[in-house]
Nanobody, 127 residues
Framework: QLEPVESGGGLVQPGGSLRLSCAAS????????VGWFRQAPGKEREGVSC????????YYTDSVKGRSTISRDNAKNTVYLQMNNLKPEDTAVYYC????????????????????WGQGTQVTVSS
């Protein structure tokens, strides 16, 4: 199984910002739709945002819409999730992974075939 590598998490105060990064050594992420997911303690993993491979279409779950931006830097083979105006309820481990399709159902499908969850990156929003 293949695993992406997430980074960029940390401890931030409410209202702060973080930029999460997703990389996959040896694989060209621009070929794949990529999704960001998160899992808070005691809760199921949920889809947060995704970006398609061919047209750059994006999707955001309602709880982060207007506060987050997903993007790609193909030269750096990296997908980013910029999160602004962070709230305590955003506290979770964040994961990225290639997904079959970027649409409103991507969170239910999970990883694309041959890909598995990485270690994730912890985001903690607290004063």
């Amino acid at each position: 199984q293949l695993e992406p590598v997430e980074s960029g998490g940390g401890l931030v105060q409410p209202g702060g910002s973080l930029r999460l990064s997703c990389a996959a050594s040896g694989f060209t992420l621009s070929y794949y739709a990529v999704g960001w997911f998160r899992q808070a303690p005691g809760k199921e993993r949920e889809g947060v945002s995704c970006i398609s491979s061919y047209d750059g279409n994006t999707y955001y779950t309602d709880s982060v819409k207007g506060r987050s931006t997903i993007s790609r830097d193909n030269a750096k083979n990296t997908v980013y999730l910029q999160m602004n105006n962070l709230k305590p309820e955003d506290t979770a481990v964040y994961y990225c992974v290639p997904v079959p399709v970027c649409d409103e159902m991507f969170g239910r499908r999970g990883p694309r075939e041959r890909w598995d969850w990485g270690q994730g990156t912890q985001v903690t929003v607290s004063s």
